[in-house]
């Protein structure tokens, strides 16, 4: 097991406390996603897991009800204090979802919607630059180049969760939060998602919600064990699968309760 | 098995490959005990016998490893359960081999020597025998149990195999000296503490294969 | 066997549900078939105008013209003296009862026909020409065969001497049929065969895009904050139930508070399209607001997400995406609020657009009729020429409401098929 020893925080969690309304969500998440790497969080349905996810580029501010206490640090700077652009955070930390949601328009203007509203591209000819080569960093130009007028809903499911991947690249970010970005995609598919995510690691630091323990174990090199909205276990992924420390880790990953 | 799985099946055949090796184990064992005692009393009938149960090991070695290849295709298992179906495939093969160096060592007697063998040369090789056997029982029990004292324990009791077996081996060349009619069958006397050796460091593997099954970790070497 | 004798029913039960929803929908088809027939026997004969043949001599004399190209002289002619002797003179009558029987053949507008005739045909000045006049209603019955003749004289509407003339108008193939343009280009009269719903299609047109201008803008803006933006809490829920409990209130209390606040306190002139508009603009806001909000709903919030994830504010996420979204179901919400808005009467009652309303209005300012209110204007005029404008008018506003609906289904299905 080759790592990388000289690892460096790109994100980390202190004392994350999630309410929804009187229900908490997350308790006490401690924990560091290491720069460019793939860290996978793991867990059954509702534990917590993409709640904390979303914590990360604050996606969660959406919610009304959802109170959120601890801090996260990106590069050291807390993005829960007060006066935090959330705007600017996301154009740091994209997002890529469960099903593929491509906005009804066309695969170019897909692309060319993040830049366009912060403004990146100075001209047309940049803003054509930026949506080849985030195509190109997602695998799909040579798939689309010749049809970039038509709309992004026509592409298959896999092409599509590709689009939202250059479309999370587009505005350049340093992390890339993935949350069950395969759960509606064919074997394929996913394994061209999979290949996508290996090759992106060295430029991005990603963070994938998985439910399939197998894509964990193949794309991530860090792996947390959520459950009931805490973190039991986090670890390398080869002893999270291998030989997990806690009890209730090896019971979720053996299929022992659910 | 402390927990079972949320699938039914799925510990259904963990169980059976569980089985199958506690009953090959068994069946090693035996297979052991009865070619030490093919030897020490040169009961030549007694080897047909141990060929056939010979064959048995061999045949639970395929079903097994069968059986661990449906397993890893159909549950891609993890950690505990991952652990399982590689450190049993190992110990089959070990158990294998063990039955292999059994079955080749009643084998040696066929030739049979023309005079009485001396009673130190035979009792040290009874000693050894037993040392084996009492070590291939504790490997097994480890296994059986999931102790990972039991299985230090064989891993240890090698040194006291490795020590019958140089006795063993001196008293042969002895023998060997004094008498050099019985050059054949001293010879393969040679061969059988040499098998027994081996057959121990196979159980020691095995041991470190339950060690490992257990606690995701290799018994370290100077303890 | 139980279990056969089970399946049979089910089977037989299904076949009995089957049978009750034809008989239902038959039903259905049945009345609207009998609603439409009726309406179209009494309406289509408004489209029909009937004109009678007249030779007549263009007396400069007579029309007191003495320099042709003297306009005043020419716009102030004496067209009615004109027609009045000449088409008297065309039929014989021994007395001036009769002769006034003569000249009621005619429509009352006859003298402006001669004119328009006249200002397009200068050059036959002194010459004799022949020239369509449109009858009068009593005539133009009585060629539609709306009046049985074998009735007694004095419960007929025209006299023996009037249908003798009739008669040998006939005859002399000088009675026509015309496609009637009165129709669609004139405002009301007490004429029956010179009004028209020309006035009132323009004022439910002013109408309703009064309604549209300030019901469509405010209720988007009113959906999209409530659906995107308002925190979900007491005052929220609140305003959200009234809104529903708005769409169900009596359009004639919207009329009222027209009246009270609109006519009274602000003083807004009364019977114009301006008040009209706003009262029906006040009935139309919730109806365009709820299929807004359901809309805007039925955006998937992936769509939002993906918005917000690129970084964009939540303004930018609504506007540029979850609106353009919501459009389709949006629109054909706002047709089909205005369509009930177009067919709407009582509250147009209450602020006087009920009013008899000659000219066609000019603007939203000027005073002005609908199609709702001319229909029941009509129809309760006792004229038999009014009962087929009724239909007419009613066939009108049938079309417009199927054009509009039919506007509403294709926008929805047009755009959602691109946006899926």
Partial sequence: ?258 | MSDDHIVKSYDEELHIINDAIVQMGSLTESLLEDSMNAITKMDKDSVSKIVESDKKINKFRASIDEQIMTLLVKRSPVAIDLRLAISTLKISQDLERIGDLAKGNAKKILPLPEDDLPPEMLNSMRRLGEAVQKQIKLSLDSYLERSTEKAIQVVKDDEQVNDLTKISIKEVLDFLAKDKKNLEFATNLLFVSKNLERAGDHITRIAENVYYLISGDYPKKNK | MNKELRRKKRYQAEKRFQVYGIIAISLAIFFVGILVTKIFSDGTSAFSRTMIKTEIKLDADLLGITDINNKDEVENADYYTLIYDEFTKSIPFSNDEEEKQIITLLSPDYEYEAKDFFLKNKDQLGKTVTILLTASDDFDQLHKGNFPRDIPEDRRRLSNFQLQIYDQLVKENKVTKVFNNYLFTKGDSRDPELAGFGGAIIGSFFTILICLIISFPIALMAAVYLEEFAPKNRITELIEININNLAAVPSIVYGLFALGILLNVLELPRSTALVGGIALSLMTLPRIIIPARASLKAVPPSIREGALAVGASKVQAVFHHVVPLAMPGTLSGTIIGLAQALGETAPLLLIGMVAFVVEIPGSPLDPSSSLPVQVYLWSESAERGFVEKTSATIMMLLGFLIVMNSLAVYARQKFEKKWN
């Fill in chain 1, 1 to 258: 097991m080759e790592l990388n020893m000289n690892r460096e925080a790109k994100v980390i969690s202190k004392n994350v406390d999630v309410f929804y309304g009187n229900k908490q969500a997350l308790f006490d998440i401690n924990l560091e996603i290491f720069k460019n790497e793939v860290t996978a969080l793991i867990g059954p349905s509702g534990c917590g897991k993409s709640t904390f996810l979303r914590c990360i580029n604050r996606m969660n501010d959406v919610i009304d009800i959802c109170k959120i206490s601890g801090e996260i640090e990106i590069d050291g700077f807390n993005i829960y204090k007060q006066g935090v652009d959330v705007v600017r955070l996301r154009e740091k930390v994209g997002m890529v979802f469960q099903k593929p949601n491509p906005f009804p328009k066309s695969i170019y203007d897909n692309i060319a919607y993040g830049p366009n509203i912060h403004g990146i591209a100075q001209n047309k000819q940049e803003l054509d630059e930026i949506v080849e080569n985030s195509l190109k960093k997602a695998a799909l130009w040579n798939e689309v180049k010749d049809r970039l007028n038509e709309p992004g809903t026509g592409l298959s499911g896999g092409q599509q969760q590709r689009l939202c991947i250059a479309r999370a690249i587009s505005i350049n970010p340093e992390i890339i939060l993935m949350d069950e970005p395969c759960s509606a995609l064919d074997p394929i598919a996913t394994a061209k998602i999979e290949e996508l995510i290996d090759s992106l690691k060295s430029s991005y630091t990603i963070v994938i919600v998985t439910h399939s323990m197998a894509q964990a174990a193949r794309v991530s090199q860090r792996t947390g064990f959520f459950h009931l909205g805490k973190l039991i276990e986090m670890d390398e992924t080869d002893k999270i699968f291998k030989n997990p420390n806690n009890k209730m880790t090896q019971d979720y990953i053996t299929g022992r309760f659910g």
